[in-house]
């Protein structure tokens, strides 16, 4: 089992930043890949940012490419997503996904665990 934890969340203006953390514990094996996704209100979720453990690499939504950053410590288990050039179509539920494939999925079926999400809203 993977047990995930996210924080950082909260209200910022238009142009500001914030910088996400997931805190995972559990089976290592399960979590090689660790995702972020978001859910804004009367909308679907969707995938933010991945990265693997083992090789670092990352992926981003086109949404998110140049303005968000994800990235891990791996001393400390735990994931974060920098989010600066905040706009306020990023307001949403932000989730963090893991599973333990050794690739990057933008696909939310492809997460085994999810943690309870953040909310980010921005004003304008």
């Known amino acids: 089992q993977v047990q995930l934890v996210e924080s950082g969340g909260g209200l910022v203006q238009a142009g500001g930043s914030l910088r996400l953390s997931c805190a995972a514990s559990?089976?290592?094996?399960?979590?090689?890949?660790m995702g972020w996704f978001r859910q804004a209100p009367g909308k679907e979720r969707e995938f933010v940012a991945a990265?693997?453990?083992?090789?670092?690499?990352?992926s981003y939504a086109d949404s998110a490419k140049g303005r968000f950053t994800i990235s891990g410590d791996d001393a400390k288990n735990t994931v974060y997503l920098q989010m600066n050039s905040l706009k306020p179509e990023d307001t949403a539920v932000y989730y963090c996904?893991?599973?333990?494939?050794?690739?990057?999925?933008?696909?939310?079926?492809?997460?085994?665990?999810w943690g309870q999400g953040t909310q980010v809203t921005v004003s304008s």
């Open positions: 559990g089976r290592t094996s399960s979590r090689y890949t």
């Open positions: 990265m693997t453990w083992n090789s670092g690499g990352t």
């Open positions: 996904a893991a599973n333990g494939k050794l690739y990057r999925s933008s696909s939310e079926g492809e997460y085994d665990y």
